[in-house]
Nanobody
Framework: QVRLDESGGGLVQAGGSLRLSCAAS????????MGWFRQAPGKEREFVAA????????HYADPVKGRFTISRDNAKNTVYLQMNSLKPEDTAVYYC?????????????????WGQGTQVTVSS
C-alpha cells in the first residue's frame, strides 16, 4: 500500500504555468507506475498523464499533449506534473494515483491508490 499527498495547486491566469507534486510514502515507490487524473465540477474523473516505474515511458491524454509533462524522481518518492499554457478548461481537482502497471492507470482499471486531490483554477 502507498499513501499519496498532492501539492502545488492554486489559481493561475490563462496561459500561465503550475507544477503539481505528489509525494508517496514507503520505500516501494519505484515499483509503482504513477499517474495524474482530474475531475471538473459536474464531470467524471478523467485520465491526464501516466509514467512508468522507471520513468522511461509516459502517456498523455489528447487535451494536454504538448502542454503538460509528467516526471518522477524515485530518489525523492515524488511524481510531478508540469502544466504550461493553462486554459480555463483545465480547471479541476487534480489527483495523483499509483498502480502496478501503466496501462491500468491509462484505462483506470484495477486497484489504484489515490491521493486526496489538489485544486487547480485557471482564470480567463
Amino acid at each position: 500500500q502507498v499513501r499519496l499527498d498532492e501539492s502545488g495547486g492554486g489559481l493561475v491566469q490563462a496561459g500561465g504555468s503550475l507544477r503539481l507534486s505528489c509525494a508517496a510514502s514507503g520505500r516501494t515507490f519505484s515499483t509503482y507506475a504513477m499517474g495524474w487524473f482530474r475531475q471538473a465540477p459536474g464531470k467524471e474523473r478523467e485520465f491526464v498523464a501516466a509514467i512508468s516505474r522507471s520513468g522511461g515511458s509516459s502517456h498523455y491524454a489528447d487535451p494536454v499533449k504538448g502542454r503538460f509533462t509528467i516526471s518522477r524522481d524515485n530518489a525523492k518518492n515524488t511524481v510531478y506534473l508540469q502544466m504550461n499554457s493553462l486554459k480555463p478548461e483545465d480547471t479541476a481537482v487534480y489527483y495523483c494515483a499509483a498502480s502496478s502497471r501503466t496501462d491500468l492507470l491509462v484505462n483506470q482499471n484495477g486497484n489504484l491508490y489515490w491521493g486526496q486531490g489538489t485544486q487547480v483554477t485557471v482564470s480567463s
